[in-house]
């Protein structure tokens, strides 16, 4: 069974930085697409950045492009966020998620929150203006 375990959330100030984490175990992880999404209250799930296995594809939302970075550690089964400059509007419940290998043809498929098949509990970010 996979799991995938977040950390790293936080309160901070808006313009500090935070790298959340994302453990997975189970499944064959150098083979999945990851992910986060994000929950702010009354909103609806929003997708925020997607890494494929390859490591070499990776995709943001415009909102936080220049500020966020996905990256992935194969070795480890991990998952990273680093969020710079952080804003009030990044406030929200963050969502670990992946797919496992699929052929997608739409092209914004990584966007999908349907298309994911396994997702963590979700952190907690909240920034202060």
């Known amino acids: 069974q996979v799991q995938l375990v977040e950390s790293g959330g936080g309160l901070v100030q808006a313009g500090d930085s935070l790298r959340l984490s994302c453990e997975v175990s189970?499944?064959?992880?150098?083979?999945?697409?990851m992910g986060w999404f994000r929950q702010a209250p009354g909103k609806e799930r929003e997708f925020v950045a997607t890494?494929?296995?390859?490591?070499?594809?990776?995709y943001y939302t415009d909102s936080v492009k220049g500020r966020f970075t996905i990256s992935r550690d194969n070795a480890k089964n991990l998952v990273l966020l680093q969020m710079n400059s952080l804003k009030a509007e990044d406030t929200a419940v963050y969502y670990c998620?992946?797919?496992?290998?699929?052929?997608?043809?739409?092209?914004?498929?990584?966007?999908?929150?349907?298309?994911?098949?396994?997702w963590g509990q979700g952190t907690q970010v909240t920034v202060s203006s």
């Open positions: 998620v992946a797919d496992r290998p699929a052929f997608y043809t739409n092209p914004t498929w990584y966007a999908d929150k349907k298309l994911y098949d396994y």
């Open positions: 189970g499944g064959t992880f150098s083979s999945y697409t």
């Open positions: 890494i494929k296995w390859s490591d070499t594809d990776t």
